[in-house]
């Protein structure tokens, strides 16, 4: 069963420190007014031709209104124009982010990425290819 305690502020910022100054990463947000409702984060060239969705989080009351879809399609977006063939995502073991993600196309590899997997061994490590 999945059992994570709750992200506070300060694991985020661990979690993050190390990507958020990456060149390329991006985030995209979906607000209702002027609260953030979603957040998505993109890292680019984690390998040469492969993208990485590095984060993604809907407000609970706000889920299955096609929020992570439409922030999930403007990463694939910048993926594409950034020239990547694949996007990989490290999912968190529940149905939610596993039923999500295979919903947008990603499938499960054996060819996990070996920093993603060392961070993240109980995760589901997903792959998608792009299409423009
Ligand atoms: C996973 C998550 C981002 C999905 O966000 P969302 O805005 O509710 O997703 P969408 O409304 O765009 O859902 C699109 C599709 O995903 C699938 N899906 C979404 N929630 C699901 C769930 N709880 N169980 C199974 N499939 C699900 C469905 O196929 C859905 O299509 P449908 O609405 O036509 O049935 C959201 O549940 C979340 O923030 N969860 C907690 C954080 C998390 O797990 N993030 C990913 C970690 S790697």
Known sequence: ???RPPRTAETWQENWASVLPLPGVKAWGAFEDEVMV???VYR???TEDMAQLDALFVDKDHRQRGIASHLTRLLERQA?????????VSATESQSAVGFYTSQGFVP???AHPELYA???NDIHMIKI???
């Open 119 to 121: 961070l993240e061994p």
């Open 130 to 132: 792009l299409v423009n």
């Open 1 to 3: 069963m999945w059992d």
């Open 38 to 40: 979603g957040i998505i």
């Open 80 to 88: 594409i124009a950034d020239g990547h063939t694949y996007l990989y």
């Open 44 to 46: 680019p060239y984690l």
């Open 109 to 111: 590899t054996q060819d």
